[in-house]
């Protein structure tokens, strides 16, 4: 079985802190994808990777950055957390880009 | 700009009832269409579907696509309080996944 795992599952940050989340595959799967998940918008994509240090924009990257140094591991960078990036935030991988995807368990992050 | 319509947005049908959940979408370079179910944690895969008229079937859950009309259906047929989740569809045009916004479904005893 596919296993994605993230390393948190709920996390309080303060407004300006620099907050790191991380995700693991285990699937050897050359993609993988951050998204946010917020109630009345779905899911929305931030960014992702289809090869070691390789990184594309998804459709809301501003505020956030990523880093793919190994091929298991994605993290994604809130460089400065404000308010508006309080959300659950869910890591993906897929073997390629045109099959499913299989997600991490989540992460909800609250910046007060 | 491509687009992934769910509807119903919610839904409330007793257990036993059959439902049926829609999707449609507007995608430049279709690949796929996926279905998940999310519980109070991350989306489980259900189906990818990719060519129309071929259903996929997985026990009291069924799903179709239709390319021409630009479409799909999940089924369930008797259902059950556990099968009360959101239910996910997105289209897969080789870039990433697109989804729509789900539609809630509570079954209720």
């Known amino acids: 079985d596919v296993k994605v795992t993230q390393s948190s599952r709920y996390l309080v940050k303060r407004t300006g802190e620099k907050v790191f989340l991380e995700c693991v595959q285990d699937m050897d799967h050359e993609n993988m994808f951050w998204y946010r998940q917020d109630p009345g918008l779905g899911l929305r994509l931030i960014y992702f990777?289809?090869?070691?240090?390789?990184?594309e924009k998804g459709d809301i990257p501003e505020g956030y950055s990523v880093s793919r140094e190994k091929k298991e591991r994605f993290s994604l960078i809130l460089e400065s957390a404000s308010t508006n990036q309080t959300s659950m935030y869910l890591c993906?991988?897929?073997?390629?880009?045109?099959?499913?995807?299989?997600f991490g368990p989540g992460t909800r992050l609250t910046v007060t | 700009e491509d687009k992934v319509v769910q509807s119903p947005l919610s839904l409330v049908v007793h257990e036993g009832d059959t439902v049926t959940l829609n999707c449609s979408y507007e995608v430049t370079n279709f690949r796929s269409l996926l279905w998940y179910k999310q519980e109070k944690k991350a989306p489980t895969f259900l189906f990818m579907l990719t060519s129309s008229g071929i259903e996929k079937k997985s026990g009291r859950l069924s799903s179709i696509l239709d390319k021409k009309e630009l479409f799909s259906i999940l089924n369930i047929t008797a259902t059950q309080t556990g099968d009360s989740a959101i239910y996910l569809c997105a289209s897969n045009s080789g870039y990433a996944l697109n989804f729509g916004k789900g539609t809630s479904l509570l079954v209720t005893p």
């Open positions: 993906a991988s897929s073997w390629n880009r045109v099959y499913e995807q299989y």
């Open positions: 990777s289809y090869d070691v240090k390789m990184k």
